[in-house]
């Protein structure tokens, strides 16, 4: 079973900038959407960007207009673009994917520190 793998996360200083890039590890069929998501300790998982297999994007309202999600041509990788940092950014990232039938595929997450 293929899995995804989180990369691009790290330390980095207020206003800096970082891009995600998220990897499954084998061929996913049948991909409807791929997003991201965040964990900030002591908080709950929350949805940063997602994109459909049509290319429609939708953000949270605490990233909007500033972090940018893409994806590769085929399908196989999503990217998240994510300038001018703040402390708040500050959490453990995952991508999802969404597959027909009703199936989904999450990666272990990478951490992204933003210091004041």
């Known amino acids: 079973q293929a899995q995804l793998v989180e990369s691009g996360g790290g330390l980095v200083q207020v206003g800096e900038s970082l891009t995600l890039s998220c990897t499954p590890t084998g061929h996913i069929f049948s991909i409807t959407s791929m997003a991201w998501y965040r964990q900030a300790p002591g908080r709950q998982r929350e949805s940063v960007a997602e994109?459909?297999?049509?290319?429609?994007?939708h953000y949270s309202g605490s990233v909007k207009d500033r972090f940018t999600i893409s994806k590769a041509d085929d399908y196989s990788e999503v990217y998240l673009h994510m300038p001018n940092l703040k402390p708040e950014d500050t959490a453990v990232y995952y991508c999802n994917y969404n597959t027909l039938p009703g199936r989904e595929y999450w990666g272990r997450g990478t951490q992204v520190t933003v210091s004041s």
């Open positions: 994109i459909t297999a049509g290319g429609r994007t």
